[in-house]
C-alpha cells in the first residue's frame, strides 16, 4: 500500500473509488454506496461509504493493515467537515504543515476542519484493529438545511458550520456518548437493503450528528456536572461492577472504586444509576444477596460462614436484609431447600 496516499477530497464515494483505484482493486457500488475490500497482499477489511442529500456522508473502516499508512486529504474547493468516531485502536491525525499530531484513542470522537493550505493528515497503525465511523458534511451544501438554525447556535458551533469555504482550522477532541455508541452499531447492523436502507442509515447519521452536537455543549461544562453518558464511562462503570461482583467479600468503599476505575465519585453514582437503575450501595447490596442465595443453594456454608463470604459483618444485619429481599430468613431459605420435592414447606 505504500507509506503515503495522496486523496483530492470530492464526496464520500469519490474518496473510497480513489482509495481503490490506488490499492489496484474493483469497488462495488450499488446507487449511492460503495464498498471496498482490502486486498490480502496489504491487510485485512473493508471500506464502505454512503452519500446522502444536502453535503452529508459517512465512511466506515473496519479494517488491519500490514504496514503504517499515512493518508493526505485535501480538497481543492470545499473543505468538508469531518466528524470521526473511533471504535478500535488510536491513529493519529494532524494538520499538513502544522507539526502538531493529535492522537484520537479508543472510544474518542474528533471535529475535524481543515482548509487548502494545511488538509488533514491521518496516519493508521499497522498490526492493529482499525475501526472507525466518519461522519462528512460538505458545508457549502449543508447550509441550506440549517441556515435557520444557525442564529440560536452556540456562537462556535455557528461559526464552524458558517466556515462553508473551509476557510479555518478546527480540532475538537472527546470521547463519545453511549447514544452514540448504539447509533453506530445500528447503522452497522442494518438488515434493510436499497431505498430503505438508504433512509434507515442517513436517519441515523442525523441522529449521531444530533448526539455529537448536543455532547460538544455538555463538554463546555464543568464535567461533574455533564448529564450525557460516554461510552468510556460505560467501559469503566461495567469494570467497577466486575470488581464488585468479584470482591464482594472484601469489597473497597465507594471513593476507592471510583478511584480504581478511573471515575470521580459523583460520575460512578450517575453512571450506576443509569445503566443499572441503582445506586452503587444498592447494587452491591443486591450483588451480595444473590451471591448469598447462590451459596446457600450450591454448597454446604453455614450462615454465619456466608455471611462473612458476602463481606457483611452482622448475621442479624444479613438476615434482615435477606428477608426484605426474599420474604423469608436466610434460615427459612435452608430448611426450604433441604425439604424433598415432592413434599409441602413446613411453616417455621
Known amino acids: 500500500m505504500g507509506n503515503k496516499k495522496e486523496l483530492r477530497e470530492l464526496s464520500v464515494i469519490d474518496v473510497v473509488k480513489d482509495i481503490a483505484k490506488r490499492l489496484g482493486v474493483d469497488y462495488e457500488q450499488e446507487n449511492n454506496e460503495v464498498c471496498v475490500d482490502i486486498p490480502e497482499h496489504i491487510g485485512t ?24 499508512v499515512r493518508f493526505e486529504l485535501n480538497q481543492s474547493l470545499v473543505q468538508p467537515l469531518e466528524i470521526i ?111 430503505t436502507k438508504s433512509v434507515f442509515i442517513e436517519g441515523k447519521c442525523y441522529e449521531i450528528l444530533a448526539h455529537h452536537l448536543r455532547q460538544y455543549l455538555d463538554d463546555l461544562t464543568d464535567p461533574d456536572k455533564r448529564k450525557i453518558l460516554r461510552q468510556a464511562t460505560v467501559e469503566k462503570i461495567e469494570a467497577a461492577a466486575e470488581i464488585i461482583n468479584s470482591e464482594l467479600e472484601h469489597m473497597d468503599n465507594i471513593l476507592a472504586l471510583a478511584r480504581r476505575v478511573g471515575l470521580n465519585q459523583n460520575t460512578l453514582q450517575s453512571g450506576f444509576q443509569h445503566l443499572f437503575g441503582l445506586s452503587v450501595n444498592q447494587y452491591i447490596k443486591n450483588a451480595r444477596l444473590e451471591m448469598a442465595k447462590n451459596l446457600m443453594e450450591t454448597t454446604g456454608l453455614n450462615i454465619t ?44
Not at 461509504?49 to 456522508?57: E, L, N
Open 305 to 348: 460462614e456466608i455471611t462473612y463470604k458476602i463481606g457483611i459483618n452482622s448475621r442479624s444485619y444479613f438476615s434482615k436484609l435477606f428477608k426484605e429481599r426474599y420474604a423469608m430468613t436466610p434460615k427459612q431459605y435452608l430448611k426450604k431447600l433441604s425439604q424433598p420435592k415432592n413434599e409441602p414447606p413446613q411453616s417455621a
Open 85 to 195: 468516531f473511533n471504535s478500535e485502536s488510536a491513529f493519529t491525525h494532524e494538520f499538513d504543515g502544522k507539526g502538531k499530531v493529535q492522537e484520537i484513542r479508543h472510544l474518542e470522537s474528533a471535529i475535524l476542519s481543515c482548509n487548502s493550505r494545511h488538509g488533514n493528515v491521518i496516519t493508521l497503525p499497522a498490526n492493529e484493529p482499525i475501526c472507525f465511523f466518519n461522519l462528512e458534511i460538505n458545508r457549502k451544501r449543508f447550509e441550506e438545511k440549517i441556515e435557520s438554525f444557525l442564529p440560536d447556535m452556540n456562537a462556535e458551533l455557528e461559526a464552524l458550520f458558517r466556515d462553508v469555504n473551509g476557510v479555518n482550522l478546527f480540532f475538537y477532541r472527546g470521547h463519545y456518548s453511549l447514544d452514540i455508541a448504539k447509533c453506530i452499531d445500528e447503522s452497522n447492523d442494518c438488515e434493510h437493503t436499497g431505498f
Open 45 to 68: 477489511g473493508n471500506i464502505k461509504a454512503i452519500a446522502f442529500s444536502h453535503g452529508m456522508g459517512m465512511i466506515n473502516l473496519d479494517m488491519r493493515l500490514k504496514e503504517e
